[in-house]
């Protein structure tokens, strides 16, 4: 379960919204969307604890160690970074208790799952935008975190990546995982999401998707 109490985020003095005052339910599956600029990401990272709210709490209940997950946009990625594609998948695994063949096992299994196979050695650099997006998504895979956070996963995605970037969501909330998830993409929210949280400078809505995102005539679903 997440509880935010009260919460305000932003810059310093500058509160982006009201306050809000939500819970999402153990095992939900929420969307996050608003206009640029309203803050949905630093909400994310609010709840993940990277940055600090303006006012107000936030309580994620999980163990402390391994409890959540947090997936970034991948502009904040330091694509000079000296890894292999497999060593950044890899690091998913903290945090995790696996012996070595446990390891290997499920790596492999989990790069195949995303398509990555025969990339393992290809350094950050060289990869595409949704090579690297997927080998992101890969490494969210081998964690086994109970709240998964996830700021725009089908950003760089071909139509066919953001349809296997869907199946895994859906096979993750599935196992019972609490899921939160930025997006701009309204048609895919309002499909495969149960809630929607819609910031506003004015304040925040929440309910269902199919009813706060309304369906319109162009709408095309990944």
Do not use: Y
């Not at 071909?158 to 939160?180: M, P, S």
Request: some cysteine; glycine content about 10%.
């Amino acid at each position: 379960m997440i509880t935010c109490n009260s919460l305000r985020w932003g810059a310093p003095g500058q509160p982006l919204t009201p306050a809000l005052d939500l819970t999402l339910e153990k095992g939900s599956l929420t969307g996050i969307i608003g206009a640029n600029g309203t803050g949905k990401s630093s909400l994310l990272k609010v709840i993940a604890g990277l940055q600090k709210p303006l006012a107000g709490k936030v309580i994620v209940d999980v163990p402390r160690r391994g409890g959540l997950a947090f997936l970034p946009q991948q502009q904040h990625l330091d694509r000079q970074f000296p890894i292999s594609l497999q060593e950044l998948v890899a690091a998913g695994f903290w945090g995790t208790q696996h012996t070595a063949q446990q390891r290997s096992q499920r790596l492999h299994a989990v790069l195949e799952d995303w398509c990555l196979t025969g990339l393992e050695h290809r350094p950050l650099m060289a990869l595409s935008g949704g090579e690297l997006q997927r080998a992101l998504l890969a490494r969210m895979s081998l964690a086994d975190a109970s709240v998964l956070l996830l700021d725009e996963p089908h950003a760089a995605l071909d139509e066919d990546g953001q349809a296997l970037c869907w199946k895994h969501i859906h096979a993750w909330h599935n196992e019972g995982r609490t899921l939160v998830i930025v997006c701009h993409d309204l048609a895919s929210v309002r499909h495969h999401t149960q809630h929607v949280l819609q910031i506003k400078n004015t304040g925040c809505l929440f309910g269902p998707s199919k009813e706060l995102i309304r369906p319109q005539p162009q709408m095309q679903v990944a």
